[in-house]
């Protein structure tokens, strides 16, 4: 059973700062492409930024320069650093896993809801 705990995520004010976590197993984490999607009212979910078990990583457009996602070996947790955010940006964020030791099925979290408002 694959679990991923998601932390963080709140309120705003345009230009603020939050942080998501989100924490798994030692061999989820060790082996798989993790990310963080979001999914706005009346919008598809999209993905938002993602980082493989060698530390590639990958951004979507909108939150190039702003957002950092970066791996934590010690605590089996990925995080999403998000800057200078903006009200495009308020949405619930999903932890996503690609599991290669399952045939690359995907898990997601339960979702956290980020607003930015002023």
């Known amino acids: 059973q694959v679990q991923l705990v998601e932390s963080g995520g709140g309120s705003v004010q345009p230009g603020g700062s939050l942080r998501l976590s989100c924490a798994t197993s030692?061999?989820?984490?060790?082996?798989?492409?993790m990310g963080w999607y979001r999914q706005a009212p009346g919008k598809q979910r999209e993905l938002v930024a993602t980082?493989?078990?060698?530390?590639?990583?990958n951004y979507i457009d909108s939150v190039k320069g702003r957002f950092t996602i970066s791996r934590d070996n010690a605590k089996n947790m990925v995080s999403l650093q998000m800057n200078s955010l903006k009200p495009e940006d308020t949405a619930v964020y999903y932890c996503?896993?690609?599991?290669?030791?399952?045939?690359?099925?995907?898990?997601w979290g339960q979702g956290t809801q980020v607003t930015v408002s002023s």
């Open positions: 980082i493989t078990p060698t530390d590639s990583t």
């Open positions: 030692r061999l989820i984490f060790s082996t798989s492409r």
């Open positions: 996503n896993v690609l599991y290669p030791l399952n045939g690359n099925r995907e898990y």
